[in-house]
């Protein structure tokens, strides 16, 4: 699968790596799994690595962020060649009220998951 997902040992955020091609299907049970930690008293603050991901069709993405819901802070590295990609998801993020950003780099990533600008 070209989607794993885990806990950091802290148990402060949930970690999110995509590699290569994903499909909706895909997108969906890796946000089941989110939601299922989240349901057992995990982490709301989600650190999504899409650097390595050939990225999905811009109707799945429109999908599975309908499915997000707005108790979850989401962090999302993209790689720089994304560029029009990241434009779309921070869109769809801002006009759906979503706690959510595109970041180039894990630590500006994880600085905005604490609390920074």
């Not at 989607?3 to 089941?32: F, K, N, P, Y």
């Not at 009220?97 to 905005?112: G, H, M, R, T, Y």
């Amino acid at each position: 699968m070209p989607i794993t997902i885990g806990v950091d040992t802290q148990r402060t955020l949930i970690r999110a790596h995509l590699e290569g091609e994903s499909c909706l299907l895909d997108m969906t049970r890796a946000l089941r799994k989110v939601l299922d930690i989240v349901a057992e008293g995990g982490p709301t603050q989600i650190l999504v690595d899409a650097r390595r991901h050939n990225h999905a069709p811009i109707f799945d993405l429109i999908e599975i962020m309908r499915e997000i819901p707005h108790s979850l802070r989401i962090a999302v590295i993209m790689s720089e060649k994304s560029q029009s990609d990241v434009r779309f998801a921070k869109t769809q993020g801002d006009r759906r009220n979503l706690p959510f950003n595109v970041f180039w780099s894990e630590e500006e990533a994880l600085s905005w998951l604490r609390g920074g600008p």
